[in-house]
């Protein structure tokens, strides 16, 4: 994900199901102030892409805004993140979320099951048929 200088930002009046941080996203040689929202569960809508991107002076001058939640984002919030001209916000809704985690290995376990079958050919061939 490339984030570097990551931090915890309080502001009053936050929300108890949030958590919110700043860092620096870095892409090559270049550097990115981000404000990052972390949300537990519920809809993403219009109206919270427009208010992360009205304080992102709060999160260390960032320049854009992840927004990353368990629940689901809404299209009005896409179509407002996606607004031409305006400070980028990246949106991210709980299937995202668990494909980023699962694609950087973070928070994720994979195992392998052993499935025991009968082959049925060899049956075949063995009882002459």
Known sequence: MGISSLRSTRRPGLSQV?????????????????????RR????GR???IELRGSLHHYNNARA???LTTGQVLSGARDEASQEGAAPITLVDGVGLGRLLDEHKVLVNHSTVTLPYLDIDLFDQLRGG
């Open 41 to 44: 569960g519920g809809e993403v």
């Open 18 to 38: 949030e958590a919110h941080l700043c860092g620096i996203a870095r892409r090559g040689p270049e550097e990115l102030p981000v404000a990052i929202v972390l």
């Open 65 to 67: 805004g992840w927004l």
């Open 47 to 49: 109206e919270r892409v």
